[in-house]
Structures are given as structure tokens and as C-alpha cells.
């Protein structure tokens, strides 16, 4: 099974930074997909920012060039480093990672916990 920890969130004023950590753990053999999302009380779940294996990324619009995803191949984790926060970047945050594992050799989702990160103004 593969599982997925994420750390990170909390409380910060607007204006200042965070770092959210996801691990993914397990038997995995290849990872072809990590991204962030986000969902606000009464909201739907948007993604927020991507990278796949080779490197590409995309943002959604409100967090370019305020937030940057990257990720440690050989740790199987992926960051999301955030910047200039705002009051509406409150939300709790999610991890999905598509990998290929001992459990499933077709690509399958996982997710992460969740966790909450909150700007206050």
C-alpha cells in the first residue's frame, strides 16, 4: 500500500510563507504525477500546482509566481513552497500522487490526509 504524509501547514499572517511537505511511502515503483490541491469551506477541490516526471509544472492562476512545487525523486516527496500568502489561500491542502506501486502496476491515485493552512490578515 502506498501512503502519503503531509506536514507543514498552519497559521501565518498575510504576507508570509509556508512549506508543505508530502512523503509517499510503500512499495513504489514509479511516480508519474504529484500535485496540490486545495479546498475552502463551501468550496470545490482545485488543483493548485503540478509537476510530473519530467519536470513540468503548472499553477493555478491566482498562485503564479507566488508559490513554486518541486520535488526529490529519490525521497518519493514533493514541496509546495508558499509565498506572499493571502487571507483567500486558506484552505486545507491535499496531496495526490499517481504512481505505479507493488499494489498496482496500472497508475492509481493517492491522497493525502489533508492539511490546513490558514492566513489570517
Known amino acids: 500500500q502506498v501512503q502519503l504524509v503531509e506536514s507543514g501547514g498552519g497559521l501565518v499572517k498575510a504576507g508570509g510563507s509556508l512549506r508543505l511537505s508530502c512523503a509517499a511511502s510503500g512499495s513504489i515503483f514509479s511516480i508519474s504525477f504529484m500535485g496540490w490541491y486545495r479546498q475552502a469551506p463551501g468550496a470545490q477541490r482545485e488543483l493548485v500546482a503540478s509537476i510530473i516526471s519530467g519536470g513540468s509544472t503548472t499553477y493555478e492562476d491566482s498562485v503564479k509566481d507566488r508559490f513554486t512545487i518541486s520535488a526529490d525523486n529519490a525521497k518519493n516527496t514533493v514541496y509546495l513552497q508558499m509565498n506572499s500568502l493571502k487571507p483567500e489561500d486558506t484552505a486545507v491542502y491535499y496531496c495526490?500522487?499517481?504512481?505505479?506501486?507493488?499494489?498496482?502496476?496500472?497508475?492509481?491515485?493517492?491522497w493525502g490526509q489533508g492539511t490546513q493552512v490558514t492566513v489570517s490578515s
Open positions: 495526490h500522487v499517481v504512481c505505479r506501486s507493488g499494489v498496482s502496476v496500472v497508475p492509481a491515485n493517492y
